[in-house]
């Protein structure tokens, strides 16, 4: 399982995802139900750290962010 698959697991499935994108060096998401959002699974894919604001989880990533919002969009 690629690293993008991994992460789109973790946040609950392309079902939960609103919006994703790409800032600076975070995975950014907007999800429907937080609940359902994996910390450990997402620090496992390789999440330096994972913040949750209400519904917008910040995937920090490093420098590949942007590849990688790129390809969980492509996987939704």
């Known amino acids: 399982m ?3 698959e991994q992460i789109l697991s973790a946040l ?4 939960n995802i609103a919006d994703v994108q790409a800032c600076v060096t975070r995975v950014r998401a907007e999800v429907g139900d ?5 910390d450990l ?9 994972v913040i949750t604001q ?11 962010a942007d590849a990688l ?5 492509d996987l939704m």
């Open 34 to 38: 937080p609940a359902k959002v994996d």
């Open 54 to 64: 209400g519904q917008v989880v910040h995937v920090v990533v490093g420098a590949d």
């Open 2 to 4: 690629s690293q993008a």
């Open 12 to 15: 609950g499935g392309a079902d």
């Open 41 to 49: 699974a997402l620090t496992e894919a390789g999440a330096i750290s």
């Open 69 to 73: 919002a790129d390809d969980i969009e």
